[in-house]
């Protein structure tokens, strides 16, 4: 079975790592495993994700081919 | 002279004689039958076929000038089973027909909802229903049902589903938890762009995104789009989108690098 194909990656304020792929979102740092943030655990349609940022609130964006526009509120790790 | 007038005379005696004939062999008015059915049924509207023929008629309606005879009868609409029946009609008499569908369990559908999370209020047609996913609704009448899920610090969803007859339609609906997570698109919200390409956040939590058709800066209400015809931006379709520390946006796009 073939890997998600990465479009970018994000290292937030936290050193947590982000990768945008065309299944959804990875997560992981020291403390976490990788975690998916995909359709299937959030119940947004997070895929093709082509970029991520922090704002200034610690609140994370993601930007997406054809869904849209995400912000992540608050971890929910 | 005598010839001639013996002639008309014949002349006259032959139209008259065919004239009286013409009338001889018109048919005598034969009466229409005088038989009837009357049909309603529970919902209404239901399309009145006799013998396999569309009567485009819809129920509440009467079928009338029938003979003496059995008449098959069904009653057929969208999302319902056929019901077929049989009506005998006597005396060239009246027959009344009332069908009632949502006594026939074979008529009715059920509908499954769940949700992730469970417990969300269910409200169908804007009705509380006040029942809690997971539930069965069992014996709907087949229609389309509006139905909106609430559940505490989530956003509402609300969907349409056709519940058909002797079916049962499950769904499982996935609440998305608005303390987490905001979601904007060109439905939802006045976002000027669909295809979207890069994503950076200015010192002023400006978010300035990259689109196929230009970029997009939004402040958290307002959304704003530069493209090369309002704009210094070189091509429409952006690559990518950096903040230096003087809050300068650096944009690339397929054709060239610019500041904004």
Redesign the interface.
């Known amino acids: 079975m073939p890997g998600p194909i990465i479009n970018?990656i994000y290292i937030d304020s936290n050193n947590s790592k982000w990768i945008g792929t065309n299944l959804g979102v990875f997560f992981f740092n020291e403390f976490s495993n990788k975690i998916l943030l995909d359709?299937?655990a959030?119940?947004?349609p997070i895929k093709d994700v082509?970029?991520?940022?922090?704002?200034?609130?610690g609140n994370i964006?993601?930007?997406?081919?054809?869904?849209?526009?995400?912000?992540?509120?608050?971890r929910?790790f | 002279m005598k010839n001639i007038k013996f002639l008309l005379m014949l002349l006259l005696a032959v139209c008259i004689t065919f004239c009286e004939k013409d009338v001889s062999v018109s048919p005598p008015d034969q009466p229409p039958p005088k038989g009837s059915i009357i049909i309603n049924s529970y919902p209404q509207e239901f399309k009145i076929f006799m013998n396999g023929k569309y009567r485009i008629r819809n129920t509440p309606d009467s079928i009338r000038w029938l003979g003496d005879g059995a008449y098959e009868i069904s009653l057929r609409k969208e999302l319902f089973l056929d019901t077929v029946f049989t009506i005998e009609v006597v005396d060239e008499g009246k027959t009344n027909v009332f069908i009632d569908l949502s006594k026939n369990p074979r008529m009715l559908g059920d509908l499954s909802i769940k949700t992730?999370p469970s417990g969300a209020e269910i409200f169908l047609n804007d009705s509380n229903t006040t029942k809690m996913s997971p539930f069965i609704f069992r014996n709907l009448l087949p229609d389309i049902y509006n139905i909106s899920l609430k559940y505490e610090d989530h956003e509402d969803f609300n969907t349409q589903i056709a519940v058909r007859s002797s079916y049962k339609y499950e769904f499982t609906a996935?609440?998305?938890?608005s303390?987490?997570?905001?979601?904007?698109?060109?439905e939802n919200?006045n976002?000027p762009a669909?295809?979207?390409?890069?994503?950076?956040?200015d010192?002023n939590?400006v978010?300035w995104?990259?689109s196929r058709d230009g970029v997009i800066s939004?402040d958290g209400s307002n959304w704003n789009l530069q493209s090369p015809s309002n704009s210094r931006l070189t091509h429409q379709v952006v690559t990518s989108i950096s903040v230096n520390s003087n809050n300068e946006k650096w944009i690339t796009t397929i054709e060239g690098i610019g500041i904004a």
């Open positions: 970018c359709e299937s959030t119940g947004l082509t970029g991520i940022s922090e704002d200034v609130y964006w993601f930007s997406t081919r054809e869904n849209g526009l995400f912000k992540l509120k608050q929910p | 992730t996935a609440m998305i938890d303390t987490i997570w905001e979601y904007y698109n060109i919200s976002m669909k295809v979207l390409t890069c994503i950076a956040i010192n939590n978010k995104i990259g939004f």
